[in-house]
């Protein structure tokens, strides 16, 4: 689907890089999850750069998923590539 994610790279900071399939792309913050229920396992830096995708979602390997509407809403637009600024 359009919503779909096919890019996702963690960054420092708790910060992931993601590209949509409709060729929107950006970063999300994650900080204001980490106190939140099985978001907490994410803390671990470790862990936290184990991010994948599932079925066109942002997920880790404990089944800890972004909710493509939260994504989008909270997604910071950028025009260049992760590494290009």
């Not at 106190?35 to 997920?59: H, P, S």
Request: hydrophobic share 35%.
């Amino acid at each position: 689907m359009y919503w779909d994610v096919k890019l996702v790279e963690p960054k420092p900071d708790y910060v992931i890089y993601v590209e949509i399939e409709d060729g929107r792309k950006g970063l999300f913050d994650m900080k204001p999850y980490l106190d939140k229920g099985r978001f907490k396992e994410l803390v671990d830096t470790n862990y936290f750069k184990q991010v994948g995708i599932f079925m066109g979602a942002v997920c880790w390997p404990n089944k800890q998923d972004i909710a493509p509407e939260s994504l989008l809403a909270e997604l910071t637009p950028m025009k260049n590539e992760p590494n290009e600024h």
